[in-house]
T-cell receptor
Framework: DAGVTQSPTHLIKTRGQHVTLRCSPI?????VSWYQQVLGQGPQFIFQ???????GRGNFPDRFSARQFPNYSSELNVNALLLGDSALYLC?????????????FGSGTQLSVL | KNEVEQSPQNLTAQEGEFITINCSYSVGISALHWLQQHPGGGIVSLFMLSSGKKKHGRLIATINIQEKHSSLHITASHPRDSAVYIC??????????????FGKGTHLIIQP
């Protein structure tokens, strides 16, 4: 089975541009969450989607938006890019088994804003 | 100060040793995850805890909600256990969201 896949793996943009990052969860997983990891720091929660609805949002500006499609894949959009948006963007899918949630992370999209 | 603190940051041990990685947090949580990342690999979850103790093979995770502390233990460690181990807590982040807050990870190397 394929794991969580993210595309593209690397991306270079300039300030002011917008970007769309994509995530395909593991088959059967209905929950997708997005994280930003700046070099040297732990990941920061951005969004969680479940069954195409936003279930949670972290402390990120409204320039960040996301959506989940009927096949449970997801897109993260960032408008008006800033230099500080340069980071590794991680997507995770999850499922519950009993009282245990299992998380699976993709390898991420490395975004560089110049 | 990070809301989730892990110790040690780096740990090198010999094969067969008993390993303990600690995680302390300063916020109220609903659950805690222990995650593993092998070099060049994605992050996978090992355990989710809301109370007590869980065991899977040679891995044991415990949590003390009152003391806001969790530990991950590895018995009979093996070189294939070499990885970064990350503690992440599920807590209220504002704006109606529960989300994960991560520690910086513990880099474990098990030497043969």
């Amino acid at each position: 089975d394929a794991g969580v896949t993210q595309s593209p793996t690397h991306l270079i943009k300039t300030r002011g541009q917008h970007v769309t990052l994509r995530c395909s969860p593991i088959s059967g997983h209905k929950s997708v969450s997005w994280y930003q990891q700046v070099l040297g720091q732990g990941p920061q929660f951005i969004f969680q989607y479940y069954e195409k609805e936003e279930r949670g949002r972290g402390n990120f500006p409204d320039r960040f938006s996301a959506r989940q499609f009927p096949n449970y894949s997801s897109e993260l959009n960032v408008n008006a890019l800033l230099l500080g948006d340069s980071a590794l963007y991680l997507c995770a899918s999850s499922f519950w088994t009993g009282n245990d949630e299992k998380l699976f992370f993709g390898s991420g999209t490395q975004l560089s804003v110049l | 100060k990070n809301e989730v603190e892990q110790s040690p940051q780096n740990l090198t041990a010999q094969e067969g040793e008993f390993i303990t990685i600690n995680c302390s947090y300063s916020v109220g949580i609903s659950a805690l995850h222990w995650l593993q990342q092998h070099p060049g690999g994605g992050i996978v979850s090992l355990f989710m805890l809301s109370s007590g103790k869980k065991k899977h093979g040679r891995l044991i995770a415990t949590i003390n909600i009152q003391e806001k502390h969790s530990s991950l233990h590895i018995t009979a460690s093996h070189p294939r256990d070499s990885a970064v181990y990350i503690c992440a807590v599920v807590s209220y982040l504002g704006r109606g969201a529960d989300g994960l807050t991560f520690g910086k990870g513990t880099h474990l190397i098990i030497q043969p």
